[in-house]
């Protein structure tokens, strides 16, 4: 009997575990005779070098079950929510061809629509056009920028901060470059959009939980060695012909840029730590609005264990055939 699913997506806020969900499901699966794979659709995950502050699974979980879109890319190298879509199309299409089951784990809910819903193909940002931009940041500061992209793209610039840089130049190039939103343009759609049957199984905690539970995951990164990470890929950055640690999208990452702050002596660690954790936070915070429009997506409250495991249970009991998953 084919399976009633093409592709299962663990979706849900930052810290509630979807990470250590999907592995357990891919075993789960594994021990039924069920192989999958995991697609990471975390940005950070996919770049080299960006391991503790973005909670990258190490070699032992990547040797258990097989993992994709994860180092593959350069702290140089730019990576689009088009371009996340390209390669988990192909990641798809590569773990179908070994007769298993591609498992999305993680990551921003526009990674996700860009994948099954497509994108339109947005016209290059003229050069001139970037340039005056990064040059107006450097003049009036972003908090100015923001506030200009709130008056012709306020649907972009809704649930940004001041300290979302790469996203705030961004919307605001390619409204002033097309004369268009971002997101009108995301709207066209594409022929592009992944065609599977998709089980979204979404993780969450009750609020209080939550915050505890990022503030708790930042402090252990912290004293995992985060800091010493960060000073790192400054060093590497510093070493390349490249644009300079501040220009690199990757490093715009929370904490990643409030941890260079303290490096260059305008936080204390301590103070770098809170912000990163209050940044967390709000991200956290519009990754729920988000998840909450996705349709059709079994809901686990991940507090409570036996309910992980139900969930877990039933959906490899429907993959085995034996009977439909209950929301």
């Known amino acids: 009997m084919a399976p009633r699913w093409q592709v299962i997506v663990v979706l849900g806020p930052t810290a509630t575990g979807k990470s250590a969900f999907a592995m357990e499901l891919a075993e789960v699966l594994g021990r039924g005779g069920l192989g999958a794979e995991l697609i990471s659709a975390d940005a950070l995950q996919a770049y080299r070098g960006f391991d503790i502050g973005t909670a990258k699974p190490g070699p032992r979980a990547r040797t258990r079950v097989r993992h994709h879109l994860v180092d593959v890319l350069e702290p140089h190298q730019a990576f689009s ?48 056009v970037r340039t ?128 260079a702050d303290h490096l260059d002596g305008k936080l204390t660690l301590e103070q770098a730590l ?10 956290a915070k519009r990754q729920e609005t988000w998840f909450r429009r996705e349709k059709d997506v079994c809901w686990v409250d991940a507090s409570r264990r036996e309910g992980v495991e139900r969930v877990l249970e039933r959906i490899a009991r429907t993959l085995a055939g034996e009977r439909p998953v209950e929301a």
């Open 81 to 128: 929510a088009g371009e996340f879509a390209r390669r988990a199309r192909m990641a798809v299409e590569e773990i179908e061809g070994r007769g298993r089951l591609p498992l999305l784990v993680g990551g921003g809910g526009f990674y996700l629509h860009a994948l099954f819903e497509g994108l339109a193909p947005v016209p290059p940002v003229p050069r001139e």
């Open 132 to 259: 005056r931009v990064r040059s107006e940041l450097q003049a009036r500061g972003l908090g100015d920028l923001l506030e200009e992209l709130r008056s012709v793209d306020p649907e972009s610039a809704e649930g940004l901060s001041a300290g979302d840089t790469q996203r705030v130049l961004r919307a605001l190039e390619v409204v002033r470059s097309t004369g268009r939103a971002l997101p009108a343009w995301h709207r066209m759609g594409s022929e592009s959009a992944l065609r599977r049957r998709v089980r979204k199984v979404g993780l969450t905690l009750p609020r209080a939980l939550l915050y505890d539970a990022v503030e708790v995951r930042a402090r252990r990164m912290l004293e995992r060695g985060w800091l010493a990470e960060v000073r790192r890929l400054r060093e590497r950055a510093s070493c390349r012909d490249e644009r300079s640690w501040d220009e690199l999208p990757a490093c715009q990452a929370i904490g990643y840029r409030q941890f």
């Open 274 to 283: 809170e912000e990163t954790i209050r940044a967390t936070r709000r991200y």
